[in-house]
């Protein structure tokens, strides 16, 4: 197939061409470069059709959809930023450039869809009360997080709750700008699938690591900050008490589970959106995978801050079986060998 991948030149986007090329597809990518993600231009793939071009772009949009069989959506803005003045550059990139996308694809009659979503629209993760099962905390305080109180408690009784696996039925509750537009572009896709009678497939990325990512930069994921700080000879600071859970996935991994849902897309009902999870199935701390990190790189220990940032959520993490069950997909980099590889690894300029 022709794919076309926006944000084909970024951390995912760049191993996700990789991927698709060694399969043998066309790839045409569309990349803004937008920089707080590029300081530097980024090598182009041999055998890439490279467009330099915003997906708010009407005409640039149309003119990289002819011939296409299929989209990978992976162009965004990404992370928590720096405060709320971000706001209108995220809903910008993120679900203006989903809308012109979506309506240049039906202009086009491309009807197959790959769209990069997250975690972060689910808000917490899954908790159980031991008296009142399944349970949905709300926001943390600020008055708790500054007394060092980081678990939510239950709602009903405020005693402590117990964390699970998120599966793709869970109510999504995003705590943030950033989650609220992926929840969004989500609900533009669906609304493309159900007009035009498309496929869609969102991938809820939980944490993404590997080789590649960017350094240095306030939009950076936990473990490119940690790997940055390691690489100045200094010692990651985690925030809170090191206890949030999360599900570190590799790069690779995730560019795999693009590809599986390419494949699948055939296999959904016309003018329908699945949602899938994408994670390792395999949850850490923060701070064991800073600890992780910092004794492969052979750096100083992880500094437990207790500092929290309003919008973070305590715990997140995946249950991915609906991938594996229905598109065969399953993770192949363990989290020892991952964070020993990252370690090591270069990270991007940005």
């Known amino acids: 197939m022709l794919i076309l991948v926006t944000g084909g030149a970024g951390f995912i986007g760049s191993h996700l061409v990789t991927a698709l090329l060694a399969a043998g597809h066309e790839v045409r990518?569309?990349?803004?470069?937008?920089?707080?993600?590029?300081?530097?231009?980024?090598?182009?793939?041999?055998?890439v059709d490279w467009r330099h071009a915003d997906v708010r772009d009407e005409e640039a949009v149309a003119d990289a959809l002819r011939g296409v069989d299929a989209v990978c959506h992976?162009?965004?803005?990404?992370?928590?930023?720096?405060?709320?003045?971000?706001?209108?550059?995220?809903?910008?990139?993120n679900d203006l450039g989903t809308a012109v996308l979506l309506a240049g694809m039906a202009e086009?009659?491309?009807?197959?869809?790959?769209?990069?979503?997250?975690?972060?629209?689910?808000?917490?993760?899954?908790?159980?009360?031991?008296?009142?099962?399944?349970?949905?905390?709300?926001?943390?305080?600020?008055?708790?997080?500054?007394?060092?109180?980081?678990?939510?408690?239950?709602?009903?009784?405020?005693?402590?709750?117990?964390?699970?696996l998120v599966d793709e039925d869970a109510p999504t509750?995003?705590?943030?700008?950033?989650?609220?537009?992926?929840?969004?572009?989500e609900h533009l896709a669906a609304a493309w699938a159900r007009a035009t009678g498309g496929r869609a497939a969102a991938l809820r990325y939980h944490n993404v690591y590997g080789p590649g990512m960017p350094r240095d930069t306030p939009y950076a994921g936990v473990a490119s900050l940690f790997r940055s700080a390691l690489a100045r000879g200094e010692a990651p600071r985690v925030f809170e008490d090191g206890g949030q859970r999360?599900?570190?996935?590799?790069?690779?991994?995730?560019?795999?589970?693009?590809?599986?849902a390419l494949d699948g897309l055939t296999s959904l009902p016309s003018g329908t959106l699945r949602a899938y999870n994408v994670g390792s199935g395999d949850p850490h701390t923060v701070g064991e995978m800073a600890t992780a990190l910092s004794t492969a790189h052979g750096g100083p220990?992880?500094?437990?801050?207790?500092?929290?940032?309003?919008?973070?959520?305590?715990?997140?993490?995946?249950?991915?079986?609906?991938?594996?069950?229905?598109?065969?997909?399953?993770?192949g980099v363990g989290f020892e060998e991952g964070m020993t590889e990252f370690a090591g690894a270069e990270l991007r300029a940005g």
């Open 246 to 260: 999360r599900d570190f996935v590799h790069v690779r991994d995730v560019a795999g589970a693009n590809h599986a």
């Open 301 to 331: 220990p992880p500094l437990i801050t207790g500092e929290y940032r309003l919008g973070d959520v305590r715990h997140i993490t995946a249950s991915s079986r609906r991938l594996r069950d229905e598109l065969g997909w399953k993770p």
């Open 173 to 185: 509750d995003p705590r943030n700008v950033y989650a609220a537009t992926k929840l969004a572009q």
């Open 74 to 93: 992976l162009a965004a803005m990404v992370g928590l930023g720096k405060d709320f003045a971000d706001a209108p550059a995220y809903v910008g990139c």
């Open 108 to 164: 086009a009659g491309v009807g197959r869809l790959v769209l990069a979503s997250s975690m972060v629209v689910y808000g917490e993760g899954r908790y159980a009360c031991a008296r009142h099962g399944v349970v949905r905390p709300g926001p943390r305080r600020v008055p708790d997080l500054d007394a060092g109180a980081f678990e939510p408690p239950c709602p009903h009784c405020g005693e402590p709750l117990d964390s699970g």
């Open 29 to 47: 990518v569309l990349d803004a470069l937008l920089p707080a993600a590029h300081r530097t231009p980024p090598p182009v793939p041999v055998g």
